[in-house]
């Protein structure tokens, strides 16, 4: 594990040369996001939350107090939850 986060440590700080200073972490935080999500991609039901997930957000972006950030989630676990049922 040591061997491995010195590696992934490494390859950062070479690639990351690589980056324009312009970007910054706007660039960075939804690389992160999307390596974490990347491996759902492989799940049909995953897909369709993903998907509900951010059309809602799109949807619901000029509601006050920037609420989107907690309406969208809150519709895909019910598109999940729904999702989940229909399986069963």
Avoid: N
């Avoid at 061997?3 to 700080?13: D, E, H, K, N």
Wanted: hydrophobic share 60%; glycine share 4%.
């Amino acid at each position: 594990m040591w061997v491995c986060w010195q590696i992934a440590t490494l390859s950062g700080i070479v690639l990351g040369s690589f980056v324009p200073e312009e970007l910054g972490l706007k660039f960075a935080i939804p690389l992160t996001f999307i390596a974490i999500v990347v491996q759902d991609l492989k799940k049909l039901d995953h897909v369709i939350v993903m998907i509900t997930c951010g059309l809602s957000s799109l949807l619901f972006f000029e509601a006050p107090f920037k609420s989107y950030i907690i309406i969208s989630p809150i519709i895909a676990l019910f598109v999940a939850a729904l999702l989940l049922r229909l399986k069963k």
